[in-house]
């Protein structure tokens, strides 16, 4: 598969700040692979690097076996779709798309075609003579990625495309976008700080903090199986339990006020003050006084009808507030706020994590 | 007291001093373009109206050498120093835009220099330049060019890395991208972008190089590079007629017919793009 992308010790300093520092990764050629994390966290420059606007201070960018990374801007066979757009305001919307075609010494009658067909799959066929002001946001975004497909790249990156529309323009080029990938078939590398944009969009996402990759990985991988405490809470999972923890014959033994909760999934060897998680929906709410392994008393603070759930906010042992999902069944409510509870938490649903940046991403095999 | 009454209502005594301001800066420019058309030879009692002083046979700026040698001279030295600050200035902007290494803010601060630094200043110390350090060159059109042009080149750098600034560096980075070479980031993106700021600055420069006193008079060699405001300068406490008056009418309408070329050129650029936060005119 082409446009198969490899950084390998990929570093980036500034001056005293060091904005990537050194990260490993692998993006698989036809894939959509997104960075994703906050401000600062070194994924625009990561992405910039790979374009050949910024020059790495030291490490390789493998495009399909080259090493690019000392190769400048205009001799990669990657484009961009900037988050500003930057379509040429002089020029109208097809000179814009044609722009590059220049340096692919064609026939008029060919350029003319490509630019025809490239506005076609943007379904903005009818607006070459238009200025870029004359369009809307939307089509001025979808003017930008037809300026930078018409080259047919083998990558394609894109700098949080979708940052400057509203919010349900965004959700349909986003569906847009993915559809556009699949059928392409080139690598979209795709740079966000939304993680459900993430998410939903990729084949495959990396959670970037302090110029590191935290975790790499499928969506339902880093959702699911979130390696570190970071990569939890940036993926808006944060149910967060803090216990003591002890290695315990193949799991862990987690200590959490007065209680032992066994856990058996994530960082199994470590000890000492940690952080697990659980998603909402295994939390299990019971009757207060409940007996059994895995159980937590608690106290709802507060009720929230979402309408196909209830959310419970209860707070356990040990002053943590934990989220619980109950689905909307049709049965009477019984946990109004105030109702002393008793939590159940799976052994196989409380997931051990690692402080950040900790042990490399182990959920890759 | 108009703020107790309306608070929304205008603002009466801004806009009192305002049109006083207005008015009394225009006043004594009007009254000297009024005596230009004065039949008579004084050039503080009306006599009728004439255009004498402009085309008639004796005396008037079209047809006396003196007057109309400077006015050639004036507009000589002007195109010259809009063709040669210009280039330089624009190359200086898009040079210190670039500048990533030490010593950029020194640079920044040499290139304003000129716009702070007194005239007369300047004039002493480009005249002593051309006497002690390059006698070859001499006084005279090539001392006054060169005088001109190295206090304008300022005024191009400050306006068009304004709107350098203002472009940003994704223009560039986008032409880069689909496979523009440097050369033609700059000729086919750059350049046209700048276009507005480029103009706007070439009129300045012009303007400026018209109205020039100081350096160009301690510069001048001969008669032959007597300008007009030099002329005007020296005759005005000899034996001064409304032909003067005519003279610094033209030049006062060459300076406005080139600014509001530059503005009417500019605006059409800038109505073709929406990121209108530009360099204006009025730097």
Not at chain 1, 106 to 134: F, I, M, S, W
Request: glycine share 10%.
């Amino acid at each position: 598969m082409q446009g198969e992308i490899h950084l390998e010790q990929l570093t980036k300093t500034f001056g005293d700040v060091t904005a990537v520092d050194g990260i490993d990764l692998r993006m698989p050629g036809g894939e959509f692979f997104t960075m994703v994390g906050p401000s600062g966290c070194g994924k625009t420059t990561t992405l910039r690097m790979i374009a050949g606007f910024e020059r790495p201070t030291s490490g390789r960018i493998v495009l399909d076996d080259v090493d690019v990374a000392q190769v400048p801007p205009h001799k990669r066979n990657v484009n961009t779709v900037f988050q500003s757009y930057a379509l040429f305001p002089h020029l109208n919307v097809a000179d814009n798309v044609g722009f590059g075609l220049k340096y692919k010494k064609l026939t008029k009658g060919e350029h003319r075609k490509r630019v025809a067909e490239a506005l076609g799959l943007v379904q903005l066929g009818d607006y070459g003579k238009r200025k870029p002001n004359q369009l809307s946001g939307g089509q001025q975004q979808r003017v930008a990625l037809a300026r930078a497909l018409v080259l047919t790249p083998q990558v394609l990156l894109l700098d949080e495309p979708l940052g400057a529309l509203d919010a349900r323009l965004r959700k349909d080029l986003q569906v847009e976008l993915k559809a556009l990938q699949a059928e392409l078939g080139i690598t979209f590398v795709f740079v966000t700080h939304d993680q459900e944009e993430a998410l939903t969009m990729s084949d495959r996402v990396a959670v970037m903090s302090g110029g590191r990759v935290e975790q790499a990985g499928t969506p339902r991988e880093m959702y699911e199986e979130p390696a570190t405490l970071f990569v939890a809470d940036f993926l808006g999972v944060s149910n967060l339990i803090s216990a003591d923890a002890s290695p315990d014959d193949g799991g862990s033994a987690l200590r959490v006020g007065e209680r032992t909760l066994r856990a058996t999934s994530g960082a199994m060897d470590a000890s000492g003050e940690v952080k697990a998680m659980i998603r909402p929906e295994r939390v299990g709410v019971e009757a207060q006084g409940t007996t059994g392994e895995n159980r937590l008393p608690g106290m709802v603070e507060r009720a929230v009808y979402v309408g196909s759930a209830h959310e419970l906010h209860v707070r356990i042992v040990g002053g943590d507030l934990l989220k619980a999902t109950i689905q909307n069944d049709g049965s009477t409510f019984a946990y109004e706020e105030g109702t002393p509870v008793t939590l159940y938490l799976p052994p196989d649903a409380v997931r051990v994590l690692a402080p950040s940046g900790g042990a490399p991403a182990e959920p890759e095999a | 007291m108009a703020r107790l009454r309306n608070p929304w209502g205008r603002p009466r005594f801004l806009v009192l001093v305002t049109g006083f301001y207005i008015l009394w800066s225009l006043i004594p420019v009007a009254l000297a373009v009024l005596f230009a058309f004065n039949d008579g030879r004084s050039r503080t009692t009306w006599q009728g109206f004439s255009t004498r002083w402009f085309t008639g046979p004796t005396g008037s700026v079209f047809h006396d050498p003196a007057l109309q040698g400077a006015l050639q001279h004036t507009l000589f030295l002007g195109v010259v120093c809009v063709l040669v600050a210009t280039p330089i200035g624009v190359a200086l902007a898009l040079g210190l835009q670039r500048w990533r290494g030490p010593g950029g803010g020194t640079v920044n601060t040499v290139m304003l220099l000129p716009l702070v630094t007194p005239e007369i200043v300047m004039g002493v110390a480009l005249l002593l330049l051309f006497l002690q350090v390059l006698p070859g060159i001499g006084l005279g059109s090539s001392a006054q060019i060169i005088g001109q042009v190295t206090f304008t080149i300022s005024y191009v750098v400050v306006i068009v890395r304004g709107r350098l600034v203002s472009i940003g560096r994704d223009y560039e980075e986008a032409a880069a991208d689909l496979g523009a070479p440097p050369h033609d980031q700059l000729i086919r993106v750059l350049l046209p972008l700048l276009a507005p700021a480029i103009i706007a600055s070439a009129a300045v420069v012009f303007a400026i190089s018209l109205d020039d006193f100081v350096v160009t008079q301690y510069l001048s060699g001969d008669a032959s590079t007597t300008t007009v405001s030099m002329l005007l300068y020296a005759s005005a406490r000899a034996a001064p007629t409304p032909a003067l008056n005519a003279l610094a009418t033209v030049a006062l309408l060459i300076t406005l017919a080139t600014l509001g070329l530059a503005y009417l050129v500019y605006k059409r650029f800038a109505s073709s793009d929406d990121a209108a936060a530009m360099a204006g005119l009025e730097v």
